[in-house]
């Protein structure tokens, strides 16, 4: 079968690999179409990140090159021994973690915290940039039939978004600050709006994506390189900053301007995979009893997220700016991403299935 394999910083190729065999408590999907995730784009840009390299990951066992790809819906085309939840014909969506299942931090159900964590997709069990993959039944969910394959490669990417309003305990009626609007920060806003927010700001400087973060719920964008953005904020919350923001950036900009929009006592919490290490004065939290949290992945958000998103509560409407195969997914995905027109894109979702098309 065909599948994108991560070779190294700026080096994926589209090659033929052994297809997986199903095994016990797992089951094989045919991958409908998969979404590229910042997480790839820096894999690509900067890597290795995620993906072992020299040193097998504990849990595949494997190092690179691996098959990339964890945001996908899918079809299930056989099951293994002891499956009981799924059946040939499945339409599902893949919650790609890849945990032990025996550290403190699995047992306690807060398995995106796995001390020996990956993700399908990264760390070399297969991936979603293939014609098909194998998956533990439990991480494999069933998604309704109002919701499309292209759809359903959203979930992830949500999940994410909604983890991190769980993390920053974010309330309804409760005001917040969404630092940069890409695929992240949208669904951010989506996830907001959905959850009642008083009000959602939206930094994001001048192009198209001003525009992406108005329709997926903002009511103020604003852009650093024209106003100051703390002391907007301030001007519309009564004096006194929002009670959430929520950095989905990486970059030392929106870490010190969603710092300095937090009202006391107020809390940002820390999306973004960074490239570099960031400064701050710890004064900025110690004086005004702030909080800095950080939010990796998600744990059990998969069915609400399905719901929320087959009910139209969270729309996730304009998304998919761009679909292709995967025998283009360098050229028209990745380089794209990273070219001049990278502002124009949300969300290139990739199939290995040209039928698709």
């Given at each position: 079968?065909?599948?994108a394999?991560?070779?190294?910083?700026?080096?994926?190729?589209?090659?033929?690999?052994e297809?997986?065999?199903?095994?016990?408590?797992?089951?094989?999907?045919?991958?409908?179409?998969?979404?590229i995730?910042g997480?790839d784009?820096?894999?690509?840009?900067?890597?290795?990140?995620?993906i072992?390299?020299?040193?097998?990951?504990?849990?595949?066992h494997?190092?690179?090159?691996v098959?990339?790809?964890?945001?996908f819906?899918g079809?299930?085309?056989?099951?293994?021994?002891?499956?009981?939840?799924?059946?040939?014909?499945?339409?599902v969506?893949?919650?790609?973690?890849?945990?032990?299942?025996?550290?403190?931090?699995?047992?306690?159900?807060?398995?995106?915290?796995?001390?020996?964590?990956?993700?399908?997709?990264l760390?070399?069990?297969?991936?979603g940039?293939?014609?098909?993959?194998?998956?533990?039944?439990?991480f494999v969910?069933?998604?309704?039939?109002?919701?499309?394959?292209?759809?359903?490669?959203?979930?992830?990417?949500?999940?994410?978004?909604?983890?991190?309003?769980?993390?920053?305990?974010?309330?309804?009626?409760?005001?917040?600050?969404?630092?940069?609007?890409?695929?992240?920060?949208?669904?951010?806003?989506?996830?907001?709006?959905?959850?009642?927010?008083?009000l959602?700001?939206?930094?994001q400087?001048?192009?198209v994506?001003?525009?992406?973060a108005?329709?997926?719920?903002?009511?103020?964008?604003l852009?650093?390189?024209?106003v100051n953005?703390?002391?907007?904020?301030?001007?519309l919350?009564n004096?006194l900053?929002?009670?959430?923001?929520f950095?989905?950036?990486?970059?030392?900009?929106?870490?010190?301007i969603?710092?300095?929009?937090?009202?006391?006592?107020?809390?940002?919490?820390?999306?973004?995979?960074?490239?570099?290490d960031v400064?701050?004065?710890?004064?900025?939290?110690v004086?005004?009893?702030?909080?800095?949290?950080g939010?990796?992945?998600?744990?059990?958000?998969?069915?609400?997220?399905?719901a929320?998103?087959?009910d139209?509560?969270?729309?996730?409407?304009?998304?998919?700016?761009?679909?292709?195969?995967?025998?283009?997914?360098?050229?028209?995905?990745?380089?794209?991403?990273?070219?001049?027109?990278?502002k124009?894109?949300?969300?290139?979702?990739?199939?290995?299935?040209?039928?698709?098309?």
């Open positions: 079968m065909r599948a394999l991560w070779y190294d910083k700026n080096d994926i190729r589209v090659e033929e690999v297809e997986p065999k199903v095994t016990n408590g797992n089951v094989k999907i045919k991958v409908k179409w998969c979404g995730c997480s784009l820096h894999e690509y840009l900067a890597g290795p990140i995620f072992p390299v020299g040193e097998p990951h504990p849990l595949s494997n190092t690179a090159p098959v990339l790809g964890h945001e819906s079809e299930v085309v056989e099951t293994g021994e002891g499956v009981t939840d799924l059946k040939v014909g499945d339409r969506a893949v919650e790609p973690m890849v945990v032990c299942g025996e550290c403190a931090a699995c047992k306690e159900g807060k398995y995106n915290l796995c001390e020996k964590l990956g993700f399908h997709g760390c070399g069990s297969g991936g940039f293939a014609e098909y993959t194998v998956f533990p039944q439990e969910h069933k998604i309704p039939d109002n919701l499309s394959y292209e759809k359903a490669a959203l979930i992830e990417p949500m999940c994410v978004a909604l983890h991190s309003l769980r993390m920053g305990k974010f309330m309804t009626g409760q005001t917040a600050i969404v630092l940069g609007a890409g695929p992240i920060g949208l669904a951010t806003i989506e996830c907001l709006k959905a959850a009642g927010a008083k959602v700001v939206a930094l400087r001048k192009s994506r001003q525009e992406y108005k329709r997926a719920g903002a009511d103020v964008v852009d650093p390189n024209e953005i703390p002391e907007e904020v301030k001007k919350t004096g900053g929002v009670d959430v923001a950095e989905t950036t990486g970059a030392q900009i929106g870490f010190d969603g710092i300095d929009s937090i009202k006391y006592e107020g809390t940002m919490v820390v999306t973004s995979i960074w490239e570099k400064k701050i004065n710890p004064n900025v939290l004086f005004t009893e702030k909080n800095v949290v939010t990796l992945a998600y744990r059990h958000e998969f069915p609400a997220t399905i929320q998103m087959s139209d509560r969270i729309k996730a409407e304009g998304y998919i700016t761009k679909k292709i195969s995967l025998d283009d997914i360098v050229k028209e995905g990745f380089e794209t991403l990273v070219g001049k027109d990278k124009k894109h949300v969300k290139i979702i990739v199939t290995p299935d040209e039928s698709l098309l």
